[in-house]
């Protein structure tokens, strides 16, 4: 840890709101982006990340800097991204009909208005696929192969051993597959 990071958390751990900002901002887009693949849902996304900002203040006592700062805020925000789908109900939140634009909003637009049009009927198969996976597949995948995360970190993040994470980025990535590929 920078001694500039843990000069910032001892004085958010007192209770400063100001030093608790400065460690979280950098982290804001990223953890965004988390939840709202985790979600699907841009609104979800915000209140996950909102729930995790509060969490995590209000438990900084508890951060025994075994891991960084940031590692500790990330497995935050994706317990609080998997408590918004639990909360609100997997099928309720993700339809592949219902608020594309907000998924479509979260992805990444490509530059052309034909390439644009292609990578949002491709976004669109992919998040009808994501909204037929479990939470656990779902989330593994994204941590994976979005965020970079290792094994590890997926399986402490979700509570698996490393064989049950595996088993459900390779369950995850077999759906895709079969949903991508042309048939024949």
Not at 45 to 62: N, P
Request: charged share 30%; glycine share 6%; net charge neutral.
């Amino acid at each position: 840890m920078a001694d500039d990071e843990a000069a910032w958390l001892e004085r958010a751990t007192q209770g400063d709101t100001q030093a608790f900002r400065r460690l979280i901002d950098p982290q804001v887009d990223r953890l965004f982006r988390v939840c709202a693949r985790i979600t699907g849902d841009r609104a979800l996304a915000e209140d996950a990340l909102q729930e995790a900002f509060i969490s995590a203040y209000r438990h900084l006592g508890r951060f025994d800097g075994r891991a960084a700062f940031s590692t500790w805020l990330h497995r935050i925000a994706v317990n609080a991204a998997l408590e918004q789908m639990r909360r609100r109900g997997r099928h309720e939140v993700l339809q592949a009909d219902s608020d594309e634009d907000d998924v479509l909003a979260v992805m990444e637009a490509a530059p052309g208005p034909e390439r644009h049009a292609a990578s949002a009927q491709i976004g669109r198969g992919i998040q009808a696929v994501l909204a037929r996976m479990s939470s656990t597949e779902r989330t593994a995948f994204v941590l994976r192969h979005h965020e970079g995360q290792s094994l590890e970190d997926i399986s402490a993040a979700l509570s698996l051993n490393v064989n049950a994470c595996k088993q459900a980025i390779f369950r995850a990535v077999r759906k895709l597959r079969a949903a991508i590929e042309p048939a024949g």
